[in-house]
Nanobody, 126 residues
Framework: EVQLVESGGGLVQAGGSLRLSCAASGFTFDDYYIGWFRQAPGKEREGVSCISSSDDRTYYADSVKGRFTTSSDNAKNTVYLQMNSLKPEDTAVYYC???????????????????WGQGTQVTVSS
């Protein structure tokens, strides 16, 4: 069974940085996909970033492009979301999601995901 554990959230002032981690276990295949999502109170869930472990191809939402960076440590089955120049509007619960079966469809490297973590709160004060 795949399990995802997020960590690294917290309270930070605007302009600051945080690094979120998504530690995965139970993958069946060597190649996997991880996506980062966030949901603020009263708002719909938003896709933030995603990465493919096989080729490190990434995607970023326009709202975070240039400020957030996703990277993977395949030896540890851990994906990181480095968040710089944080803004109050980045405040949300951040979730990671995973897929460990092949995906070659439109939208690569962001497939439909099969597993979700419990989320970690990120609060950016002004």
């Amino acid at each position: 069974e795949v399990q995802l554990v997020e960590s690294g959230g917290g309270l930070v002032q605007a302009g600051g940085s945080l690094r979120l981690s998504c530690a995965a276990s139970g993958f069946t295949f060597d190649d996997y996909y991880i996506g980062w999502f966030r949901q603020a109170p009263g708002k719909e869930r938003e896709g933030v970033s995603c990465i493919s472990s096989s080729d490190d191809r990434t995607y970023y939402a326009d709202s975070v492009k240039g400020r957030f960076t996703t990277s993977s440590d395949n030896a540890k089955n851990t994906v990181y979301l480095q968040m710089n120049s944080l803004k109050p509007e980045d405040t949300a619960v951040y979730y990671c999601a995973a897929r460990d079966r092949p995906f070659y469809g439109l939208g690569y490297p962001c497939p439909p995901y099969d597993y979700w973590g419990q989320g970690t709160q990120v609060t950016v004060s002004s």
